[in-house]
């Protein structure tokens, strides 16, 4: 349980200062007035409805805003001691990872380890020292046996795996995953949710994750942001934020067995803590 | 149509002529691309044509080849038929057609035996611009996908109804909008994702990138550069001897 606890004496990694930010051809702001700190190997999950500004604001935390989307810029984001608006892409993408939702849109090479070197190769990586590299993401990332398959030739986790590799080969501090899950079937997604666990334990890897499947990521998560209105509504440990009266009507899907806890709750029955897995549960019930 | 078309996609082989360095399997197309172009008998051609198919056996691709030389075959046809109208003779019909078909089995040769891969190497080493390169590359790695994006949409568009197999050549052609509008949208959209993605991988921070691959000619290419080079200029010589140009 202690590798869940987050909080007090974790180094700040990352921090999102009053931030807002406009799309030059929309009438109002996707996110507005935004403050977040994210700590040295912090798991943090963003949550809210579609629309809230999720997305929005972890292109501002790796760059594409505002260095490929203009618009109206407001506020700061520092990363790794970098100011994000002050630094170039090719910088920044040492230091932040993206992984985003369809795993066919961000597989550019003819095979599994060309894709894995993409990055490198950009960033003009000497060639032993790439190999190296290579290997070692694709080993992490299990598609080692897969190195010289061609993207049409894998199935969707596969590929999920392969483009996560490809962004753990540049050795980033933070990995930013929006909705890395969602175009999976239920088992393919729990492996990739584990290999984030164990990205975010060996290496101490710390991520920021857009998830829906929250049942998914709670069991590995420090932090559960949610947003609304391109504002942050809510910020806490899963556990608390989970129970918080409010959070189903900022449209977060919380998961079976946090509503369980909430209704056992209200019922008077209070356990502990809130459960993330149904082990955490049937612990707790057992040590009433 | 897959079926002829797989005489120019290609396929992973071993073999003495696979494991060319990917330019002298170029320089060996190239050659006999020039050397049909230049001949100016049947015969040179009917020996040409032995040849390519006897590289072909080396690679293990004759059937492959075969596939690509039946599928201009129509073209050839039509070639003959175009030389025979206009006058030029039954000789000299036949001759343009069966040029044609070596051209054709030259140019298939080297597509059959190089992947994706070595074609960027390639134009890399060719210095083609690294945009360009990449174009290649992304349009090359899209075509299974948007294959899938359109069999798909036609899919859904058929078990709504949409029946595109019926009426006139242009009610027909009407029919295609609503495969090609979706698919045209699908297409923006993971245009506007790759280019996030290549952004944040940090694609066009250097103006040289290195490369994970390094094309390395042994003595093994030389020796097949050399000696493709000799018999291409004897031959070459000895038509231009016989039937000097002009
Ligand atoms: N490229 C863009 N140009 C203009 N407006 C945009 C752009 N991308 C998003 N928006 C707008 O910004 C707002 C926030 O969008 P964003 O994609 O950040 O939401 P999200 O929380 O990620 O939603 P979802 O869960 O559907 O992915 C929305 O109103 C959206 O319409
Ligand atoms: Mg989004």
Known sequence: MSARTSGPGRKTLASVERLSFRYPDSARAAVRDVTLEVGEGEVVLLAGPSGCGKSTLLRCINGLIPHMYHGEYQGRVVVGGLEVAKTPMSTLSENVGFLFQNP???????????????????????????????????????????????????????????????????????????????????????EVAELIGRLNRELGITFIIVEHRLELLVPLAHRLVVMEGGSKVLDGAPEEVLSDPRVESYGVNVPPISRLYTSLARDGIRLPRNPSTPEELAQEINDL | MYWLSGGFVFKRVVSPFNRL????????????????????????????????????????????????????G????????????????????????????????????????????????????????????????????????????????????????????????????????????????????????????????????????????????????????VLSLALATAAGLYIYHHFPFG
């Open chain 1, 104 to 190: 066919e849109n961000q597989i550019f090479m003819f095979s599994v380890e060309r894709d894995v070197a993409f990055g490198l190769q950009n960033l003009s990586v000497p060639r032993e020292e790439m190999r190296t590299r290579v290997d070692e993401a694709m080993r992490l990332l299990g598609v080692s046996n897969l190195a010289t398959r061609a993207p049409h030739e894998l199935s969707d986790g596969q590929k999920q795996r392969t483009a996560l590799a490809g962004v753990v080969a540049m050795r980033p501090r933070l990995v930013i995953l929006d909705e890395p899950t969602s175009l999976l079937d239920p088992k393919t997604a729990l």
């Open chain 2, 21 to 72: 360095d990917p330019r002298v399997r170029l320089l060996i197309a190239a050659e006999f691309f020039l050397l049909s172009l230049m001949a100016q008998t049947i015969w040179q051609i009917v020996l040409l044509v032995g040849a390519i198919l006897a590289i072909s056996a080396v690679a293990r691709s004759l059937r492959r080849i075969g596939r690509a030389v039946a599928f201009s």
């Open chain 2, 74 to 225: 129509v073209f050839a046809l039509f070639i003959f038929g175009v030389n025979f109208v206009l006058g030029l003779g039954l000789l000299h019909a036949i001759l343009y057609a069966a040029r044609f078909l070596a051209i054709i089995s030259s140019t298939s040769v080297f597509f059959v035996t190089t992947s994706p891969d070595e074609l960027e190497q390639i134009m890399k080493w060719m210095g083609f611009p690294r945009d360009v390169v990449f174009a290649f590359v992304t349009a090359v790695r899209f075509i299974p996908v948007v294959m899938l994006d359109a069999s798909q949409i036609m899919d859904a568009q058929k078990s709504r109804g949409l029946e595109f197999e019926k009426g006139s050549l242009l009610k027909r052609a009407k029919n295609l909008v609503p495969i090609l509008v979706p698919l045209v949208v699908n297409s923006v959209v993971r245009s506007g994702e790759l280019a996030e993605a290549m952004e944040s991988r940090a694609y066009g921070s250097t103006p040289r990138p290195t490369s994970l691959y390094a094309m390395r000619a042994t003595w093994y290419d030389w020796a097949a550069c």
